[in-house]
């Protein structure tokens, strides 16, 4: 079977694509663009409106392809799939499978039931009490590991409830795996040559304080990844402020691989704001943080979330959010209007903001943010990096090869390199010679190793 896979939203989303990706090979199934698919499988967001609505639009283009072909169909998994369920098998009668996000574990299987006719439709929605543990299935995709990076899931789901935000409905609630599951799966893929791993979690901080947990706290987890012999880099995300312990922040200055950033969502610089949403955090508990991490390592790169026009927010609140970005610095930041969610309770709160004011505030936001991300990476120029090639680099001017890649803090680096070898999985020392607005060039300084 030929199979196509489309995924929206978070890096949880992408890593679960790469997973499935990888077990249905491993049966014997192929990846194809689009047109070839037989089974086209799109994996959801539903954090914010927008990429909710893009899955309706995607199945709406299958739609004729089904109509000519009964033997092909589509399967809708992630947080949309949690959320709406069996009412996608109404809307679009050619999905035949919906499968939640702890149902991809056997995602897979309900696949090739399907295709062999053995069952018509099957939805995969309900919630388990501890990690669903898949097969690792390592190496089995063709090009999942050529850039030698890979993210590691090391828990699911959220016990936050911010009044924002849908994931504790669509992930359910908060599940750690066991460590020892997390250190095999790593350990695994140093070996398959893995060189950078990412920890993912909607909230990493708080690994192990649920019933999956054995003792064993976020940092020591850190400590135990970052010991992998082989290991050159490690990073992690999801980071909620309120649990962020004082090891974790420690352990940016005592562990040499583990990357100089972080994401740290700081939703809002209002202690108001910060009130209503159900953030457990304020102004003087987030610049707290912001100062030991600098501590710990002074070339830390911060970046964050933000959310303009939250139910009740004024311009004072606003100019708050504004004062606390130029005052923390992040390098870069998401930044959104708040967008009604089913289910959460901020649904109910009020006054909303209207959205001209919304888009208005957003705006003022994003160039702040543009003008901080310039004069950081302007303060870059002259100094060395290591650069983890990714593949080829979109910037070429014909008289040499450019190759694209990402220093230890996440920045993309461009840089000149003319060889024939493929250099992708390689890390190149450069030094940085121009700051572009939301990337850098560089010149090679040494070879790739």
């Not at 089974?39 to 409106?49: G, L, P």
């Not at 350990?187 to 950078?196: S, Y």
């Not at 708040?338 to 705006?363: I, N, Q």
Request: overall charge neutral.
């Amino acid at each position: 079977m030929k199979f196509h896979i489309t995924t929206f939203g978070c890096q949880m989303n992408v890593h679960d694509s790469q997973w499935l990706a990888r077990a249905l090979e491993a049966r014997g199934w192929e990846q194809a663009d689009e047109s070839g698919a037989q089974v086209y499988i799109v994996n959801t967001c539903s954090v914010r409106d927008k990429p909710e609505q893009k899955v309706y639009s995607e199945l709406g283009r299958f739609a004729a392809r089904a109509a000519k072909d009964s033997t092909v169909f589509a399967a809708v998994g992630g947080c949309v799939a949690q959320q709406v369920g069996e009412g996608f098998f109404k809307r679009f009668p050619y999905v035949r499978l919906v499968f939640g996000t702890d149902g991809i574990a056997t995602a897979p299987d309900a696949l090739e039931r399907i295709a062999e006719g053995a069952e018509d439709r099957i939805a995969l929605l309900d919630f388990d009490e501890i990690y669903p543990e898949r097969d690792m299935a390592t190496g089995t995709c063709s090009d999942l590991h050529k850039n030698r990076q890979a993210f590691v899931n090391i828990m699911q789901g959220c016990d936050n409830f911010c009044t924002y935000c849908i994931v504790p409905f669509t992930r359910g609630r908060q599940k750690s795996r066991h460590p020892d599951q997390v250190l095999a799966e790593c350990r695994g893929l140093v070996r398959a040559g893995v060189r950078e791993i990412t920890l993912l979690g909607q909230n990493v901080n708080s690994f192990g304080q649920d019933k999956g947990g054995v003792g064993v706290t976020f940092a020591e987890l850190l400590r135990m990844v970052a010991e992998i012999p082989g290991l050159d880099r490690l990073r992690f995300t999801t980071s909620h402020p309120k649990d962020i312990a004082p090891e974790v922040i420690e352990a940016f200055g005592k562990l040499s691989n583990l990357c100089p950033s972080l994401h740290l969502p700081m939703q809002a610089g209002s202690d108001a704001v910060l009130k209503r949403m159900g953030r457990k955090y304020d102004r003087r508990r987030y610049l707290s943080i912001v100062d030991g991490l600098r501590q710990a390592r002074p070339d830390i790169s911060l970046t964050t979330d933000l959310i303009v026009g939250f139910p009740g927010e004024t311009e004072e609140d606003f100019e708050q959010t504004l004062e606390m970005v130029e005052r923390v610095g992040f390098e870069s930041s998401f930044s959104f209007k708040y967008s009604d969610r089913p289910g959460v309770a901020a649904l109910k709160f009020s006054p909303k903001v209207e959205p001209e004011v919304a888009t208005k505030r957003l705006d003022r936001l994003q160039k702040l943010q543009n003008d901080i991300t310039r004069k950081c990476l302007k303060n870059l120029v002259g100094r060395p990096a290591e650069v983890l090639v990714e593949g080829k680099s979109r910037r070429q001017d014909g008289l040499g090869i450019f190759w694209r890649g990402r220093d230890a803090s996440w920045r993309v680096v461009n840089f000149r390199y003319d060889c024939d070898d493929d250099i992708v999985g390689s890390m190149v020392p450069v030094t940085i010679t121009e700051a572009k607005n939301h990337s850098l060039i560089g010149e090679r300084t040494g070879e790739p190793w």
